[in-house]
């Protein structure tokens, strides 16, 4: 239902749980006019609209921070969708499905986290087709040719600060990446692994260098969002060493460790293999700097799509069925696409599914661990509602734990812990906390201001029977879902999220010829103008 | 000279520019390029003498005076009243063919396919992305077998070795050694070699000296396959390997990153498919020694991005048909003939956004939508209806894939805007006309 220009929504009967706003935990009206929430209104009776929530629980709309939805390896994934599964299994869904399912589940804002230079249109466009989702994505940087060379010759900070400044501002994007710095490159030049202190074949720089000098050319640049970063040595025994390293090399500030379960492994254990997840634990929680998103697995069958080809090229034998992609892409990373079914039987699956709980459950600082499956790497997003019970629900945590590989259950630290996230810690890991991270003043909050995306749902015999389907989203203060259906005819503007950054535009020229030299085009043919954004993918309408 | 730049890229800068000099020489020299440009050139020419009552065309009789000038497009009829009347007829064809329609794209932007598949949801059109036999065969083998790939930049900064698979790479991507292949050049660390049936194919001879193939192994068609397969063997077989196919292995082994190139048109049937699977192979057996890729371009302009889009929006490859819920692929139209198209529908539209010099298939078609500068655009007897459209990345400003996937890029226009409406715009201007109408009937499927 559309509201007139200039008229208020009343949302009636909301139970608020947001910690942000001054009646979190009670029964009350919000107000909208002209998409955001505003103070109650002075004068009775002004509303022009009003949406009963009969006492439902009334959060932000949700934000994921880390989602594979928009880019040339979501439309491989959904290739071999089409081809190989069965559409009861599909994980990866055309783009209009995908925005439908997340909003029916709550879900107003997502981030494609895997978006090459030479890929940012494709990214913007899927995006774009994604409705009843505002969106961003972060550009993949650390593994381009140019970077490494100039990061090999001594490039000054000015420099660096340019590359990443432009690269961002070409491509749109809201935040940076790095995935398995320097290794994607040097697996073009086949070296398999790259350790954190190991020098590339050809450029000679180390994974520690590049992290130490992104955070760095990140934090001078003022960029909200921290390095985003895909750790080396993803999914290996006894990662866990390096991922330390990995945080370490950040020498004090932010970062964050995306898919952390993925680089939370010991190397004790049955098959070599264990948890290493209250090592990460404690460092999380003992350096402020950091913050994580989980990669939570979840059992059954899903799709592991990643830019790190050097990984998924060593994850090729777990196939299952039994095929799998992996392309080098434009001298700036890759795309690997890799079927995997995760069975609760499977010791290594058993283990990963611990981990992720373990993560989310011994961080104890709700704001700086965040909610994700890296969709649809550790599962689909739609398994969300119950990641939420597992959190929320000691009892079926451990019912769960029991039907897991006992090798994995026995050694796990899940057992002990008591800890049940509060409706709150719920709000806080998928609404507030992504929003803060992310620098969206604007948004995972109700507070007077914000931007009136809001779920209502229905409290249910269970929390995953509760998250599963919204009673009411509004995106932008327009109802878009209504009883856990999406509404046709529903006009919510959406948007693409980026980052504007200052920056010496000067320094262009002192890396454009190296780029147009690797890439064989004009540096200006990467560049998406605001006049291109504006026009084709800034502001979407939904359905 | 930036002074971070180490020596090498220096040395890479100075040849670059070089190239730069010599990729405008052989542009100027090359064959396609030419005949291409003639073509859009005797097509404008030729869209300004068909006769405004001309059955064949949808134009309003004021159309008589259109410019010729290759310079700039057709004025042709206002937009608006071209536009209205392809969108009437288009209207026309849905309601006539009970729920029968067929839309084939033959190339097309972005921006086309987004308004082609919201038509088709719609209309309850079947949509399919055609005449792309050579795209079908690689989704085929991906599908069953996964793939091995390497991007265009990959193969000009990082190959040390390039196998060009037959004279369609050479014909339909003439750009491919002035943009990519420039290592080829002596000294620079890249090997060009090429399998094809002519031991010196006329298009090289266009070719500026260091720039052509190290290496042209002549092998009949016919003999293809057994010889990579023998290829593939060569390091098991207890066999000599035999003289056609051991410099190819002697290569492979020396290199460190091996790339294969063809263009899509080049393996097209069923038995193509083995080879490329044959090849697929080859590739991983190398990669587990050294790096190696397979490469498919697409030479035909919108072929790639239609798929792309289509799968995005619909998650179906190259047929898709809305059932009222879900979009669904058929599989009875997955090995059709063109007389199969023909005989499962009752009207057909084929609709064209991006320049091409072939035709699109023969499928008698109800309506054609194609580019005013489709070169046969005035030779085709059996069009019953034709509406010219303005040209992707000519006309207008278009968002494309390059033809290996590698990226995409927003193309033109290069020449003033026409009046010429583009295919986008009539798509929407039918889904106008059918909002207005009631639902059409049940779905196909």
Request: aromatic content about 6%; proline content about 5%; hydrophobic content about 40%.
């Amino acid at each position: 239902m559309l509201t007139p220009s200039g008229q208020v929504l009343e949302i009636r009967n909301a139970r608020i749980v947001d910690p942000l706003h001054a009646d979190n935990g009670r029964q009350t009206s919000l107000f909208v006019r002209e998409g955001k929430f505003i103070d109650p209104p002075k004068s009775p009776g002004i509303t022009g609209h009003t949406i009963d929530l009969d006492g439902a629980l009334a959060l932000a709309g949700g934000i994921d921070i880390h989602t594979h939805i928009g880019g040339g390896k979501v439309n491989l994934s959904r290739m071999l969708m089409e081809e190989v599964f069965e559409r009861s299994e599909r994980v990866v869904w055309p783009t209009v499905e995908t925005g439908a399912m997340y909003s029916r589940m709550g879900y107003t804002m997502c981030f494609e986290p895997a978006m090459l230079l030479s890929g940012a249109r494709h990214t913007h466009m899927e995006l774009a087709d994604t409705p009843y989702l505002d969106s961003g994505a972060y550009v993949v940087l650390g593994n381009e040719d140019w970077m490494l060379e100039a990061l090999a010759g001594g490039a000054d900070d000015h420099l660096l600060q340019a590359m990443v400044a432009w690269s961002m501002a070409a491509s749109q994007a809201t935040a940076v990446k790095v995935v398995n710095p320097g290794g994607i490159s040097a697996f073009k030049f086949n070296q398999r692994a790259l350790d954190v202190d190991e020098r590339h074949p050809k450029f000679g720089v180390t994974p520690r260098d590049i992290i130490r000098r992104l955070t760095a050319a990140i934090d001078e640049l003022a960029i909200p969002h921290p390095l985003h970063v895909h750790a080396g040595n993803l999914g290996a025994a006894g990662n866990i060493a390096a991922t330390l390293q990995t945080l370490e090399a950040a020498e004090g500030r932010r970062i964050h460790l995306t898919h952390a379960q993925f680089n939370s492994y010991s190397d004790l254990g049955p098959f070599g293999m264990g948890s290493g997840a209250e090592q990460l634990a404690k460092y999380v929680n003992d350096h402020p700097n950091v913050t994580v998103d989980v990669g939570q697995v979840i059992f059954g069958r899903t799709v592991t799509i990643s830019a790190d080809t050097a990984a998924q090229y060593g994850n090729r034998k777990h196939a299952s069925p039994a095929r799998w992609f992996v392309n080098d892409t434009e001298c700036q990373a890759g795309c690997g696409v890799v079927p995997i079914r995760y069975q609760s039987k499977q010791y290594v699956h058993s283990l990963q599914w611990t981990i992720g709980l373990e993560l989310m459950l011994l961080i104890e600082d709700p704001w700086r661990v965040f909610l994700t499956t890296d969709h649809p790497n550790g599962g689909p997003f739609t398994c969300y509602p119950h990641l939420i019970r597992l959190l929320m629900d000691r009892s079926f945590r451990q019912s769960m734990l029991d039907t897991l590989d006992p090798r994995a259950a026995e050694r796990s630290a899940l057992r002990d812990i008591q800890r049940e996230y509060t409706l709150d810690e719920i709000a806080i890991a998928t609404r507030a906390a992504p929003a803060r991270v992310l620098g969206l003043k604007q948004r995972g909050t109700l507070q007077s201001g914000a931007i009136a995306d809001l779920a209502a749902y229905d409290q249910r015999k269970d929390w995953e029977a509760t998250f599963s389907a919204a009673r009411c989203v509004l995106k932008g203060g327009v109802e878009v879902v209504r009883n856990g259906i999406t509404l046709d005819g529903a006009l919510a503007v959406c948007q693409t999220h980026r980052t504007e950054v200052d920056w010496d535009a000067a320094q262009i020229e002192r890396f454009r010829p190296a780029v147009e030299q690797t890439l064989r085009m004009p540096l200006e043919s990467l560049q998406i103008s605001n006049g291109e954004f504006s026009e084709m993918i800034q502001v979407r309408r939904s359905r | 000279m930036c002074p971070l730049q180490p020596a090498e890229t220096q040395a890479k800068l100075a040849t670059a520019d070089n190239a730069v000099a010599a990729w405008s020489a052989f542009a100027a020299r090359c064959e396609r390029r030419t005949q291409w440009l003639q073509a859009t050139r005797s097509s404008l020419d030729a869209l300004s003498t068909l006769q405004p009552s001309s059955p064949e065309l949808i134009v309003a009789p004021e159309s008589a005076d259109r410019a010729s000038s290759a310079q700039a497009a057709p004025a042709g009829p206002p937009a608006d009243s071209l536009c209205d009347r392809a969108a009437q007829r288009l209207e026309e064809l849905v309601h006539d063919s009970d729920g029968r329609l067929l839309l084939w794209i033959d190339g097309a932007d972005v921006a086309t396919m987004r308004a082609a598949v919201e038509f088709a949801k719609r209309s309850r059109a079947t949509l399919h992305v055609g005449n792309a036999m050579g795209a079908h065969v690689v989704r085929r083998v991906m599908a069953s077998d996964g793939w091995l790939g390497a991007s265009l930049a990959e193969v000009a900064t990082h190959a040390d070795l390039v196998i060009t698979l037959g004279n369609h790479t050479l014909y339909h991507t003439p750009m491919l050694a002035e943009r990519f292949l420039q290592r080829c050049r002596t000294g620079m660390g890249l090997r060009w070699w090429h399998i094809g049936e002519d031991a010196s194919p006329p298009v090289l001879k266009s070719m500026t000296g260091e720039l052509r193939p190290e290496r042209i192994l002549c092998w009949p068609r016919s003999e293809w396959y057994n010889r990579l397969t023998e290829l593939q063997l060569a390091g098991d077989a207890m066999d000599p390997i035999s003289a056609e196919v051991d410099p190819l292995w002697i290569a492979l082994a020396g290199s460190q990153y091996a790339v294969w190139i063809w263009e899509n048109g080049q393996l097209t049937s069923s038995l193509d498919e083995l080879l490329v699977r044959r090849l697929l192979s080859i590739a991983r057996l190398q990669s587990q020694t050294s790096r190696c890729g397979l490469l498919n371009i697409d030479a035909q302009l919108g072929q790639l991005t239609a798929g792309e889009v289509l799968q995005w929006l619909t998650g179906c490859g190259s047929t898709a048909v809305w059932a009222g819920h879900a979009w669904n692929s058929p599989e009875r139209y997955r090995y059709l003939s063109l007389q199969g198209w023909r005989d499962h529908f009752s009207r057909i539209v084929v609709l064209r956004s991006t320049p091409a010099l072939g035709s699109p298939p023969e499928l008698q078609a109800d309506l054609s939508i194609l580019c005013a500068t489709d070169a046969r655009l005035h030779t085709r007897p059996n069009l019953t209806h034709l509406v010219p459209v303005a040209a992707a990345g000519v006309d207008y400003a278009a968002h494309l894939f390059r033809g290996d996937g590698g990226t995409m890029l927003r193309l033109g226009p290069t020449r003033p805007t026409n009046a010429l409406p583009t295919a986008a715009d009539i798509m929407l201007a039918t889904i106008r006309r059918l909002s207005s109408r009631p639902a059409t009937g049940a779905p196909t499927c």
